[in-house]
């Protein structure tokens, strides 16, 4: 299993960016995938999550703002970030929560917000 994410970069506060994670090795459509972010100072936390029917949870911290979504064709998932703040700033994960009892990860893709 591979994930691969891209999208990130700077850009100022109120912009939008969105990231892109492209997973390799497995029966995507039936999977849950989640994005993660580290912040400066913080533990990893979850950000948005969407279930293999669709469903999608956020963090209270970005809810409203953030968009997860998938293409089961592509074999992609999407993080679609609106009004972006200086406290997003991080880099960001893809991650695969439970396959084969094991849980993957991408690299991580940095965005940074401008104050």
């Known amino acids: 299993v591979q994930l691969q994410a891209s999208g990130g970069g700077l850009v100022q506060a109120g912009g939008s960016l969105r990231l892109s994670c492209v997973a390799r090795?497995?029966?995507?459509?039936?999977?849950?995938m989640n994005w993660y972010r580290q912040t400066p100072g913080k533990l990893r936390e979850l950000v948005a999550s969407?279930?293999?029917?669709?469903?999608?949870d956020y963090s209270d911290l970005v809810k409203g703002r953030f968009t997860i979504s998938r293409d089961n064709a592509r074999r992609m998932v999407y993080l679609q970030m609106n009004s972006l703040k200086a406290e997003d700033t991080g880099v960001y994960f893809c991650?695969?929560?439970?396959?084969?009892?094991?849980?993957?990860w991408g690299q991580g893709t940095l965005v940074t917000v401008s104050s």
């Open positions: 090795g497995l029966n995507f459509s039936r999977n849950t």
């Open positions: 991650n695969l929560p439970n396959f084969r009892n094991r849980s993957y």
């Open positions: 969407i279930g293999s029917s669709g469903s999608t």
